[in-house]
C-alpha cells in the first residue's frame, strides 16, 4: 500500500505561483510512474504531468512552459511548481502513483485526497 497526501494549494491572482507537493508512504519502492492530475467542476480528470522512475517527463500542451513536475527521492515527495496561472487551471488537483509490470500493464495505483487550486482576480 501506498499513501499519498498533497499540499500546497490555495488561492493566487493570475500571474501568480503554487508549488504543489505530495508526500508518499508505504511500499513506494516499486512505483514507477507518478503523475498530477486535475478535475474543474463539471469536467473530467485530465492528466496535467507525469514523470517516470527513470526520470522521463511529460507536461500537457497547455501548462508547457509554466508547470514543472519532479521528484524528490530523498523526501519522497512529487512536486508540481505552477508559475504564470490562468483561470482555467482552476481545479482540484490529485496526485497519483502507479506500478505497471514489464508489459505496460497496470498492477496498482494510488491517489492522494486531493487540493483545490483556485486561480482568479
Known amino acids: 500500500q501506498v499513501q499519498l497526501v498533497e499540499s500546497g494549494g490555495g488561492f493566487v491572482q493570475p500571474g501568480g505561483s503554487l508549488r504543489l507537493s505530495c508526500a508518499a508512504s508505504g511500499n513506494i519502492f516499486s512505483i514507477n510512474e507518478m503523475g498530477w492530475y486535475r478535475q474543474a467542476p463539471g469536467k473530467e480528470r485530465e492528466l496535467v504531468a507525469s514523470?517516470?522512475?527513470?526520470?522521463?517527463?511529460y507536461h500537457k500542451d497547455s501548462v508547457t512552459g509554466r508547470f514543472s513536475i519532479s521528484r524528490d527521492n530523498a523526501r519522497n515527495t512529487l512536486n508540481l511548481q505552477m508559475n504564470s496561472l490562468k483561470p482555467e487551471d482552476t481545479a482540484v488537483y490529485y496526485c497519483r502513483f502507479a506500478r505497471y509490470n514489464e508489459y505496460d500493464v497496470k498492477q496498482a495505483e494510488y491517489w492522494g485526497q486531493g487540493t483545490q487550486v483556485t486561480v482568479s482576480s
Open positions: 514523470i517516470t522512475s527513470g526520470g522521463s517527463t
